[in-house]
């Protein structure tokens, strides 16, 4: 079975870094490009992050360029974010989802940035 | 701001056909394909639709997609309750903006 699991996200201070895990399972994951995609409370889905299966392309929302930085280690089958700079809008659902098609996806972890 | 626009909200009767636009651009709807989520209350979102009108294998056949121009659209015949939920469109963009862009999101009500 095809599974992704997300971890480590957590009530933070604005300022501070989070990383963010993703742990993939039921499938040959250094052959997929791997995404992050993010849902503020009660709103929309918004695109993250993306990163090639070889880790030579990354691509980010302006909304985080510069501060979050994406990449994967295929000998673990597992998926980072890692975020700087953390502001309360980055407060969110945190999904990580396969391929171009974004399926599947994991069952997110929750960041909330707050003093 | 989502640069695919979805109206707020849909409803139908059990039975019914509901059908959700989505508008976009000649860089991203114009020129890639569109794929459609559905995520059900407290449950993340999962593939309904990809490439315009491809259903994964386990999506019933009622949920069907179609795109035009810079549009696209989700259908949803013989609606069902375990049908309501939210459904975003979504797609590659060609502009600097980023790469896959999601839509505004549309929350189908059976009443």
């Known amino acids: 079975e095809v599974q992704l699991v997300e971890f480590g996200g957590g009530l933070v201070k604005p300022g501070v870094s989070l990383r963010l895990s993703c742990a993939a399972s039921?499938?040959?994951?250094?052959?997929?490009?791997m995404n992050w995609v993010r849902q503020a409370p009660g709103k929309g889905l918004e695109w993250v992050s993306s990163?090639?299966?070889?880790?030579?392309?990354?691509y980010y929302a302006d909304s985080v360029k510069g501060r979050f930085t994406i990449s994967r280690d295929n000998a673990k089958n597992s998926l980072y974010l890692q975020m700087n700079s953390l502001r309360v809008e980055d407060t969110a659902v945190y999904y990580c989802?396969?391929?171009?098609?974004?399926?599947?996806w994991g069952q997110g972890t929750l960041v909330t940035v707050s003093s | 701001q989502s640069v695919l626009t979805q109206p707020p909200s849909a409803s139908g009767t059990p039975g019914q056909r509901v059908t959700i636009s989505c508008s976009g651009s000649?860089?991203?709807?114009?020129?890639?394909?569109v794929n459609w989520y559905q995520q059900l209350p407290g449950t993340a979102p999962k593939l309904l639709i990809y490439?315009?009108?491809q259903r994964p294998s386990g999506v019933p056949d009622r949920f069907s997609g179609s795109k035009s121009g810079t549009s696209a659209s989700l259908a949803i015949s013989g609606l069902q309750s375990e049908d309501e939920a939210d459904y975003y469109c979504?797609?590659?963009?060609?502009?600097?903006?980023?790469?896959?862009?999601f839509g505004t999101g549309t929350k189908v009500t059976v009443l």
């Open positions: 989802a396969r391929d171009s098609t974004f399926d599947p």
């Open positions: 039921g499938f040959t994951f250094s052959s997929y490009t």
């Open positions: 990163i090639s299966s070889g880790s030579s392309d990354k």
């Open positions: 000649s860089s991203n709807i114009g020129s890639n394909t």
């Open positions: 490439s315009n009108n």
């Open positions: 979504a797609t590659w963009d060609d502009s600097l903006n980023g790469p896959y862009v």
